[in-house]
Every structure is written in C-alpha cells, then in structure tokens.
C-alpha cells in the first residue's frame, strides 16, 4: 500500500501540482484498463468510487456511472479486488457512502481496503460529529479519511474538519453536485485560503474542475485538483481507456505547464 498523505507531501515539496482523476468502479467492462491508464498518463493518486444506489453528492454523470455499473453486478468487493489486482503504482482512495461502510462493518472494510493495497476513503455523508468509530478502525488499518470542506463551512468547524482529515484537505470548489461546469466558482479561492490558514496538509479542489484550463487555474492557489464527471462521461461515451489516459495526459501537461 502507498500511503496517501506522504506521497502527496513530497510531490508537493518537489514542486509538483498534484492531480486526482475519479473513476466509478464497475461502469464499463474495460474500467480497470482504464484506472491503468490515468494513473500511467501522469495521475499522483486516483480516486475510485464504489457505487451506491441513492448518491448524495454525484450529479447526473456520476449517477449514471453508478446504475451501469449496478447494472453490471458491481458490488463493494469486487470494485476493492479490481483495484487491487489492477497494481495502478499510485494511491487509491475510494469514495463512497456511509451505508456501505455500515453494512460491511468498519473494522471489515478498513481492514479489506489495506489488504486491497487501498490508502484512503472518502465518505461524504459521515458527518464529523459521528466519524470516530470509522475513523478508529481506518486509523488502526492505516486508511487515510479525507474529509470536505465546503464554501458554507463555518470558519470554526474548518478547523475540526482539517485537524481530523488524512491524506489531503478535498476543498469543494462551489455548492451542489458534482458535474462539469462552464467556470470554476469565484468561492473557491475563499474555501482554499481558509483551510491554508490552519493546516499545511495537501489541499486538492473538487466539484465542477472540467477542463485543463480550469485545472490550471485552480492550482494557481491550490496543491491539487479532483477531476470526476468531466473524465467518467468521456468513458460513457464509448471512450474506453486510451481516451482516459489522453484527457488525464491534457490535465497533466495544462499543470505542468503552470
């Protein structure tokens, strides 16, 4: 297993802007090849979700990747024994929901992640307040917990939040769902400067990121960038792999060239 946090923290150190593709475990036949294929087109980690049902935070895009995915008898352990027969070189985290890790137990699915090679997990509908009996088996399990903070994130509770979070701070760059976008939210500058103002863990943005351009310019005053729906429609849309790692590969080069 690659540990999340520290290889961040050095490509950081060593300049390095740092770049999060997600992919839904399950949608296509061909999705493994595809996690190959970002993660060797220039990917510092990726992001793997395990798909649910009733998704919270996933727009129209994500959503549909989860019911093909669905649709094609994905379930937690097989996205988890993809991954790790998948040997990508670079951290994963997998993002899901709380009924998931409920379901499975979160001593069983902390330990069935490290066993997997899988460094980290984002669950988006764990609130803080209730996030200690997963986080003390993720803990024990060396699981990273990223956690979010949002533009309506109040300035106190930003502080909990990144005090408690491993891996990286996921800065969400504007409210709703995830989705492509047509410009970044002018609140995302605002949601990274306060959560630099109490923490130096990695600080990657999230929710709307669509082009190398707004890759670029995000990473103009954050470490990192997540990229999910602009990547997961290309996939449903026939791409396959070798379409993956060329808009991986634009990301890549748009923030180098920053």
């Not at 994500?62 to 379930?75: F, M």
């Not at 999230?206 to 429609?233: F, H, I, K, N």
Request: aromatic share 4%; charged share 25%; glycine share 12%.
């Amino acid at each position: 297993m690659i540990a999340l946090e520290p290889w961040l923290r050095a490509r950081r150190s060593d300049g390095r802007k740092l770049l999060v593709p997600y992919l839904m475990g399950g949608m296509t036949e061909d999705w493994v090849e595809s996690l190959q294929a970002v993660a060797a087109a220039g990917a510092d980690a990726v992001e793997v979700g395990i798909p649910f049902s009733d998704p919270m935070m996933d727009g129209p895009v994500i959503q549909r990747a989860g019911v093909h995915a669905l649709d094609r008898g994905a379930t937690p352990v097989r996205v988890v024994d993809d991954v790790a027969a998948a040997g990508v070189g670079v951290p994963v985290a997998v993002m899901t929901y709380y009924n998931i890790v409920f379901r499975a137990g979160h001593r069983r699915m902390a330990r069935s992640l490290r066993a997997a090679g899988i460094g980290a997990a984002i669950v988006p509908d764990l609130p803080l307040e209730e996030l200690g009996p997963w986080a003390e088996e993720a803990d024990a399990a060396e699981v990273a917990t990223v956690l979010l903070v949002a533009p309506s994130t109040p300035g106190p509770r930003v502080e909990e939040i990144c005090a408690r979070s491993r891996g990286f701070v996921y800065a969400v760059a504007r409210m709703g769902v995830t989705g492509e976008r047509e410009s970044i939210g002018s609140e995302t500058a605002d949601v990274v400067r306060r959560v630099r103002e109490v923490t130096d863990a990695p600080v990657c943005v999230g929710v709307g990121v669509s082009t190398p351009t707004q890759a670029r310019a995000v990473c103009e005053v954050a470490d990192g960038v997540v990229v999910g729906s602009a990547l997961v429609r290309r996939l449903l849309d026939g791409g396959g792999p070798d379409a993956a790692g060329e808009f991986v590969g634009q990301l890549r080069e748009a923030l180098d060239a920053g």
